[in-house]
C-alpha cells in the first residue's frame, strides 16, 4: 500500500497546486473531488494527472440517492436527477481512470446536509431511504461496469445518519453491495467513520477484495461544534491505527492508503507542511507496529 492526499485535506490548492503537492512531496497518487475537477475543467484535470504519472484513487463523490424517498411525483423527480447526476459521476470518474468513485448515499429525504429540520417535506423513513439506496444502485452498478468504474460504498459515523448516509457500518455497506460483482460495487473502510464499530474486524475481512478504499484521519475528541470538521491528523484522536491497517492488508487489500481530513485548522495551515506532517504520521501512527 502506498500514501494518497485526499485533495481536501489540503482544500486551499487548487487541482493543479494539489497534483504539484504530490509530485513535489514524492506521492504516486491523489484522490479527486468533483468541485475541483469542474474547476479546473475535466479535460485539463486527465491531463494534469496523467502527465504528472498519478494514481487517482478515488473521485469524490457521487452519491445522494436517498431523495427518491419523498411521496409521489416530487420523489419521482427527485430520483431521476439523482441517477443523472450520479451517471456524470461515473463518467467523470471514468474519464480520469479512478480506482473508483466514493457514494455518499445520502440522509433521510429531504433532510438538507448541515441544515436544520425543514418543517413540513421531509420523512423519518429510515428503512424506506435505505431501499432507495438498493433501487439506485441496481440502476447504476450496470452503468458503472460498463464503463470499467467501481462503485465504493461509503458508511458514515452515525452522527450523519439524518443527513448525509443512511448506511452506519462496514457491514451494511457490504451487504447492500453484495448482489452486484465485486468489480462494480465495493465498499470504503474510512478510520473515521468505523473505528468504534464492535464488527469492524469481522466486517473487514468479510468484504475481502470488494474493499475499494482505505481512507485514515483521526476521530478528535472532544468534537467540534461542527462534527462534519471533527476529522483530525492520525495520532491527534482516539483511533488505534495499526489493527486496523493490518486487518485491511489481511483481507488483501493492496491499494492506495488516503488521507482525508476535514478540519478548519489543517485547512488554515500551509499545505506543504500538512503534507510532510501527513507523510511522518503515515509511517509512525498507520504502517508501523
Known amino acids: 500500500m502506498s500514501l494518497s492526499l485526499n485533495q481536501w485535506t489540503t482544500r486551499q490548492w ?9 509530485v ?80 455518499v448515499v445520502g440522509g433521510l429525504p429531504g433532510v438538507r446536509p448541515g441544515e436544520a429540520l425543514p418543517a413540513a417535506g421531509f420523512t423519518r423513513d429510515l428503512a424506506g431511504a435505505r431501499e432507495r439506496v438498493a433501487e439506485a444502485l441496481a440502476e447504476l452498478a450496470p452503468y ?24 452506519s457500518t462496514l457491514g451494511q455497506a457490504l451487504d447492500l453491495s453484495l448482489p452486484f460483482p465485486e468489480e462494480q460495487v465495493g465498499v470504503v473502510v474510512d478510520t473515521f467513520h468505523v473505528w468504534w ?3 469492524l474486524f469481522e466486517d ?10 482505505y ?18 491528523m492520525m495520532g491527534d484522536g482516539v483511533i488505534d491505527f495499526r489493527p486496523i491497517t493490518a486487518a485491511v492488508r489481511a483481507a488483501g487489500y493492496t491499494g492506495d492508503v488516503e488521507v482525508e481530513i476535514f478540519n478548519a485548522d489543517v485547512w488554515a495551515a500551509d499545505p506543504d507542511e500538512v503534507v510532510a506532517t ?12
Open 144 to 167: 458503472a461496469g460498463e464503463r470499467g468504474v467501481k462503485l465504493a460504498l461509503e458508511p458514515l459515523h452515525p452522527i450523519y445518519c439524518p443527513d448525509r448516509a443512511v448506511i
Open 215 to 232: 481512507q485514515v484521519c483521526d476521530y478528535l475528541h472532544p468534537l467540534p461544534e461542527d462534527v462534519l470538521l471533527g476529522r483530525g
Open 14 to 22: 487548487s487541482l493543479p497546486e494539489a497534483v504539484d503537492g504530490c
Open 278 to 289: 501527513m507523510k511522518a504520521r503515515y509511517e509512525q501512527v498507520v504502517l508501523s507496529e
Open 204 to 213: 473487514v475481512a468479510r468484504a475481502g477484495r470488494r474493499i475499494a478504499s
Open 24 to 103: 513535489r512531496h514524492g506521492l504516486e497518487a491523489i484522490g479527486l473531488w468533483r468541485e475541483k475537477v469542474a474547476e479546473t475543467g475535466l479535460a485539463r484535470s486527465v491531463k494534469l494527472v496523467r502527465d504528472a504519472g498519478l494514481r487517482v484513487s478515488s473521485l469524490c463523490r457521487g452519491g445522494f440517492l436517498t431523495a427518491g424517498g419523498l411521496p409521489g411525483e416530487e420523489g419521482r423527480t427527485a430520483f431521476a436527477r439523482a441517477l443523472e447526476e450520479n451517471r456524470r459521476a461515473i463518467d467523470e470518474a471514468a474519464e480520469l481512470s479512478a480506482d473508483c468513485l466514493v457514494l
Open 197 to 199: 464499530d464492535p464488527r
